[in-house]
């Protein structure tokens, strides 16, 4: 087999070159098995997707294949550099873009470009011309000057990418370079990796958890509690699932009303919701058959398996899941009141104008989504709305209780899960959940029974003992939905709750969103997963601080459908309205 690089005049044909990996964390009884014995080879100049769950090893072999962690078994060559042996050598023609990319958020973006030229040697006459040259890639040259703290979540990333790239690399090794950005950034942010690929031959390896984005790479590997699940590329992967989807379409109803009782049939592997209908996975190759009570809704129709299939469906054949909702008892006072108020508000940061003039409501028992690009103001609104920043003025009413002269009282009748993972980190599971309970008053039998409850009904009991900080995305997310849950509030504010969190874990969380929402729970959401829009009831869609759109998901795809785009999807939707608002206030200014 031959290994990676340009070496006296011989070209070799692999960029990775893994035999036999091993990897494990922790001693005795705390011992974990991140990678178990793995071997890869992956090709010069070809763009491969690491996929799989929270914890399934894709982060590790990433930090493996960059020469920052060592390994207990195995070979690597990285470019024909054993590793760990020839890991300095091998920095020089790689880039590594982590999870979390340390900006110096008290620099300017010319600043940390000028920090990054500084470690990678690059001489001051060369810099200027590389600058404009990255600058003008990710759009950020009018911002040169401007602080990274300053920047919007999309425009971080592309920044940590410009860094990343300061020394044009051989291999660029991305880890969820797109966690956290809206629609139009993580378009921008592949335009820039499709250019480095294309127009500068490098070899990508990304680990992503949107399977449209591992739909467009050469090769896909599938991990999966430290073992590679399936490999090929994505046609390959999805081939033997042909036969197995099917789309009810056109469901007179709300889709999401339909979703558990369809998830319920025999043979049903996953169901999503997709446009105005249902996208339904089988264990065998047949349609579903549908019961008498959700016959009158239509006939599935076949439709050619995708990636996202396979995933699912492989990690259902390897561990089965019988998700059980949270028991819910439809709270049925006051049903259809309206119990969120939003008139004419504003909030300046200064003489930054962040939230301007927006007005909405929300009704009880609904599933609201604020959706935007990064720095629309979704998130300040958001942190209005929990009683976390007074508005600079505006009408802000939540479950009866106005927020500007009450706002201790509205904070106990509402529960929030925020954008970032804010629990106590050196606490263990059980200890957080002990500390929220207490945080909400609850006292004695009361805080037992509900810290049972969530113990119980979000899966956390084999993790009670173990730091907060230290489980799974997924296993975080259910914790702090747990924690603010902890005393039954009658309004749910959830802030990108599923941000780079897998698949299936995104399913299990919209069961139980959609659980809340049957029994009266009120949720207000945020997120960047356009599908995930669909669930929602009604939609604000906000750009520059200002509603630009809202409705049902149907009535704003409606405003940009057209003979030439007949069946938009929520991201054409998304990408179009903020786009063209985005060009009329340029021009206007």
């Given amino acids: 087999m031959q290994s990676t690089l340009i070496r006296a005049g011989r070209i070799d044909m692999d960029a990775v070159v893994v035999r036999n990996l091993s990897k494990s964390f ?52 990285v470019l024909g550099h054993l590793l760990p042996k020839e890991a300095l050598t091998l920095q020089s023609q790689i880039g590594y873009m982590p999870q979390h990319f340390g900006l110096y958020e008290d620099l300017t973006v010319e600043e940390n470009l000028n920090l990054f030229a500084d ?30 703290g300053q920047l919007s979540g999309g425009m971080k990333q592309k920044l940590g990418l410009a860094c990343t790239l300061i020394h044009p690399p051989q291999l660029l090794l991305l880890d969820e370079a797109s966690v956290g950005v809206d629609p139009i950034s993580r378009r921008e942010l592949w335009s820039i990796i499709q250019q480095q690929v294309v127009g500068q031959k490098v070899t990508v390896l990304l680990s992503t958890a949107y399977m449209d984005e591992a739909e467009r790479c050469d090769h896909v590997v599938l991990l999966h509690e430290g073992e590679i699940l399936a490999q090929g590329n994505p046609a390959q992967l999805a081939a033997p699932f042909q036969g197995h989807a099917f789309v009810l379409e056109n469901v007179p109803t709300a889709p999401r009303n339909l979703q558990s009782r369809v998830a319920q049939l025999t043979g049903v592997v996953d169901t999503v919701i997709q446009g ?58 006051q049903d259809d009141a309206t119990v969120v108020v939003v008139k004419d508000l504003y909030r300046y940061f200064g003489a930054f ?32 709305l929990c009683g976390l920043l007074p508005s600079s003025s505006g009408t802000l009413r939540v479950a009866g209780v106005d927020l500007r002269t009450a706002t201790a009282s509205a904070r106990a009748r509402i529960g929030y899960v925020s954008q970032k993972f804010s629990l106590y980190g050196s606490l263990s599971v059980r200890q957080n959940l002990s500390f929220f309970s207490a945080a909400y008053g609850l006292e004695n039998r009361r805080r037992k029974e509900r810290m049972a409850w969530a113990l119980e009904e979000l899966e956390l009991k084999d993790y009670t003992a173990m730091n907060a900080g230290s489980l799974p995305l997924g296993y975080k997310q259910r914790l702090a939905l747990a924690c603010a849950l902890m005393h039954e509030p009658s309004i749910l504010f959830l802030d990108e709750p599923t941000s780079g969190v897998d698949p299936l874990a995104r399913r299990e969380f919209w069961a139980r969103v959609n659980a809340l929402a049957a029994g009266g729970t009120t949720c207000l959401v945020t997120t960047h997963f356009m599908e995930e829009a669909e669930y929602c009831d009604h939609l604000v869609l906000m750009s520059l601080g200002e509603i630009l759109a809202q409705g049902t998901p149907t009535e704003i795809k409606d405003m940009v459908r057209r003979p030439d785009l007949p069946k938009p999807s929520m991201e054409d939707a998304f990408i179009s309205l903020i786009e063209e608002h985005e060009l009329t206030s340029r021009r206007a200014s």
Avoid: C, Y
């Avoid at 001051?124 to 590389?130: K, Q, S």
């Avoid at 006939?299 to 909702?325: C, G, M, N, Q, Y």
């Fill in 119 to 148: 470690l990678h040697g690059i001489p001051h006459g060369m810099r200027e011309g590389r600058f404009a040259e990255l600058l003008t890639m990710t759009a950020l040259g009018p911002f040169r000057k401007r602080l990274a």
């Fill in 353 to 384: 104008l962040a939230v301007n003039n927006i007005s909405f409501s929300v009704r009880k028992g609904e599933i609201f989504g604020l959706l935007g690009a990064n720095g629309a103001g979704k998130s300040t609104t958001f942190r209005m």
């Fill in 26 to 77: 922790g001693k005795g009884v705390g011992r974990r098995d991140a990678l178990k014995s793995i071997s890869l080879q992956l090709p010069l100049g070809t763009m491969t997707a690491f996929i799989g769950p929270d914890g399934a090893g894709k982060t590790t072999l990433m930090r493996l294949l960059a020469g920052i962690l060592t390994p207990d078994a195995g070979e690597i060559r």
């Fill in 276 to 333: 105005d209908g249902l996208r339904i996975v089988m264990q065998e190759p047949r349609p579903p058959v549908l019961r008498d009570d959700l016959a009158p809704f239509g006939t599935p129709k076949a439709v050619p398996a995708r990636l996202e299939d396979a995933f699912v469906s492989l990690l259902f054949r390897r561990t089965p899941r019988h998700l059980i909702p949270l028991p819910t008892h439809r709270d049925t006072s």
